[in-house]
């Protein structure tokens, strides 16, 4: 029944909303597997008011944290949203060209080398 | 610095000019993992979390039904900015065992490991020192120096922990950002003698 606080729960069930049902019930999407914890995301182009009317308020909140480049880890961090509903949500709005991402880096001798300069500077 | 955007979806060079690299941040409960990357971060910790399905335990139970949970592991990790095209996260690894199938996805594609153990309950950081040399990625041992613990060299715990002689173990102090630092470079300079050797 509906406690003071206004959400659902169940005893047996728990939370009746649960974090996926802000992905409208999906656990992955064709996107997913592009997306690490350090891929870095970015929104792109400024959303119409017709587009912010049809996006959850998730994804509102995902483009307004990636303004910045951040991370996957980031935002769910950032927005108090596991991981996998984060890439969920990012995957739609890379679809819907609202976001760009890139994918971490190979640590291969070049990377190396700028980390340990990067590093020594500190 | 070269970067690989074969991919159409991925962000043009002038879109998106950073990209992201990682290390780990292993070892035992409490060892100090999170002080770490908070005196090195340049933002506070930051604490991501996802969200686990498991069969609860007795799969074999008779009435053949097997019941679902879903739990959550945490990830504490922070960010340096290595130039303006690079940005290095380091995460602490979750302690519970049970969570280890997390440090797969963690551990791939990282530069290596710090694995931080304390003198006191050495065996802490046996299964991540395990974890490291059995998928080869390069890892250094950080001794944290603990108020009234006894001190060993850095000898004396390579010998207990049977390591290899070129795994680096340095004795350190994680609530000195020097003493971070220097463990970062040396980890940092291991992978790279071990990427050039491969080569």
Redesign the interface.
């Known amino acids: 029944m509906s406690p003071p606080d206004g959400t659902w729960y169940d005893e047996d069930a728990g939370a009746l909303v649960?974090?996926y049902a802000m992905t409208r019930g999906r656990t992955s999407s064709p996107?997913q597997a592009?997306l690490?914890?350090?891929?870095?995301v970015?929104a792109?182009g400024s959303v119409t008011r017709v587009e912010a009317a049809t996006l959850d308020p998730e994804c509102l909140q995902i483009l307004a944290t990636c303004r910045q480049?951040k991370?996957v880890?980031?935002i769910?961090?950032?927005l108090?949203l596991?991981?996998?509903?984060v890439k969920i949500l990012l995957g739609d709005l890379?679809d819907k060209n609202l976001v760009?991402?890139?994918?971490?880096?190979?640590?291969?001798?070049?990377?190396?080398?700028?980390?340990?300069?990067?590093?020594?500077r500190? | 610095?070269?970067?690989d955007d074969s991919?159409p979806?991925?962000?043009?060079p002038d879109?998106?000019p950073?990209?992201?690299?990682?290390l780990l941040v292993a070892g035992g409960f409490g060892v100090g993992k999170t002080t770490l990357v908070g005196t090195?971060s340049e933002i506070p910790p930051?604490?991501?979390?996802?969200?686990i399905t498991e069969l609860s335990k007795g799969i074999d139970d008779l009435s053949g039904v097997e019941s679902k949970s879903?739990t959550?592991v945490a990830?504490d990790?922070g960010?340096?900015?290595?130039?303006p095209?690079?940005?290095?996260?380091l995460?602490g690894t979750p302690g519970q065992d049970r969570f280890w199938f997390m440090w797969d996805?963690?551990a791939?594609?990282?530069?290596g490991a710090v694995v931080l153990a304390d003198t006191g309950r050495l065996d802490d950081c046996f299964p991540a020192v395990d974890f490291f040399e059995r998928r080869r990625i390069p890892f250094v041992i950080g001794v944290n120096r603990f108020d009234g613990q006894p001190v060993y060299t850095p000898l004396e715990v390579r010998q207990a922990l049977d390591l290899d002689a070129q795994i680096p173990v340095q004795i350190c102090d994680v609530r000195e950002?020097d003493s971070c630092?220097d463990l970062?470079?040396t980890l940092?300079?291991h992978?790279?003698t071990l990427?050039?050797a491969a080569?």
């Open positions: 649960r974090p996107q592009d690490e914890m350090i891929t870095l970015v792109v480049p991370s880890a980031e769910s961090a950032e108090r596991p991981l996998s509903v890379i760009m991402f890139r994918s971490a880096v190979t640590p291969d001798i070049h990377v190396l080398q700028a980390v340990i300069n990067g590093i020594r500190l | 610095m070269a970067f991919d979806h991925r962000a043009e879109g998106l950073v990209a992201a690299v990682k090195i930051l604490r991501t979390e996802e969200l879903t959550t990830l990790f960010r340096i900015t290595i130039s095209e690079l940005v290095l996260y995460f996805e963690l791939e594609g990282a530069i950002r630092r970062l470079i940092a300079e992978a790279l990427a050039m080569t």
